[in-house]
């Protein structure tokens, strides 16, 4: 089957390039406004953009539908600020980030509604997910425009990791269990093998 991304719509595409591109990692990435406002929203368009210096990137959609075309909290969040926190996710932590997902008002603390608790960063504004094992603080590198959507660059700044998953400069990933996304579905690591 060979497919014309021209005559595919947009719904299409998002489908087959976000289930084919899978298992993503997921930016659960908390922000502060100019006002002082929290917020805390997971993306699966995330992953390395550089290891020396070590930056980290993350694709921001448009804030279309019910949004009404207005910018999505966190983007706004870093151009204001130009400061960000990207918080693993374990598997013990899906069903909080699933609820921090959801569209709210500005206003709206996620963390709250989330029911987890902020952990003061070290060189950032923003807080971290205190029940997260790798809080990685970022300071704004780029925002680049890309069609409908924002491919956000940030330098890291600070990294903080539990002492249990991080032994002899190696991560535990089985006792961490990433979560991952499928198109519309989750996953999380619970096999590693080598080759």
Same mark, same amino acid.
């Given at each position: !089957?060979? @497919?014309?991304?021209?005559?595919?719509?947009?719904?299409?595409?998002?489908?087959? !390039?976000?289930? +084919?591109?899978?298992?993503?990692?997921?930016?659960?990435?908390?922000?502060?406004?100019?006002?002082? @406002? =929290?917020? $805390?929203?997971? =993306?699966? =368009? =995330?992953?390395?953009?550089?290891?020396?210096?070590? !930056? $980290?990137?993350?694709?921001? /959609?448009?804030?279309?539908?019910d949004?009404? /075309?207005?910018?999505? *909290?966190?983007?706004?969040?870093?151009?204001?600020t130009?400061?960000?926190?990207?918080?693993?996710?374990?598997?013990?932590? %899906?069903?909080? !980030?699933?609820?921090?997902?959801?569209?709210? *008002?500005?206003?709206? *603390?996620?963390?709250?509604?989330?029911?987890?608790?902020?952990l003061?960063?070290?060189?950032?504004?923003?807080? /971290?997910?205190?029940?997260?094992? %790798?809080?990685?603080?970022?300071?704004?590198?780029?925002? %680049?425009?890309?069609?409908?959507?924002? @491919?956000?660059?940030?330098?890291?700044?600070?990294?903080?990791?539990?002492?249990?998953?991080?032994?002899? /400069?190696?991560?535990? #990933?089985?006792? #961490?269990?990433?979560?991952?996304? $499928? +198109?519309?579905?989750?996953?999380?690591?619970?096999n590693?093998?080598?080759?």
């Amino acid at each position: !089957m060979h @497919l014309n991304p021209s005559t595919l719509s947009e719904s299409e595409l998002y489908k087959l !390039m976000s289930g +084919a591109v899978s298992p993503r990692p997921i930016a659960w990435v908390s922000t502060v406004s100019k006002k002082g @406002l =929290f917020n $805390l929203a997971p =993306f699966s =368009f =995330f992953t390395v953009a550089s290891s020396k210096p070590p !930056m $980290l990137c993350i694709s921001i /959609g448009s804030g279309e539908g019910d949004r009404n /075309g207005i910018p999505k *909290d966190t983007l706004t969040n870093i151009r204001d600020t130009y400061e960000f926190v990207v918080n693993f996710v374990p598997y013990n932590l %899906i069903q909080e !980030m699933e609820k921090s997902s959801k569209n709210y *008002d500005p206003c709206i *603390d996620e963390f709250i509604v989330a029911g987890v608790n902020k952990l003061k960063s070290t060189i950032v504004n923003p807080p /971290g997910v205190k029940e997260s094992p %790798i809080q990685f603080e970022c300071k704004l590198e780029n925002i %680049i425009p890309l069609g409908k959507d924002h @491919l956000v660059i940030g330098k890291v700044v600070h990294i903080c990791v539990q002492n249990e998953s991080y032994q002899n /400069g190696k991560l535990d #990933l089985i006792k #961490l269990q990433p979560v991952g996304r $499928l +198109a519309g579905n989750y996953t999380h690591i619970q096999n590693i093998f080598t080759l």
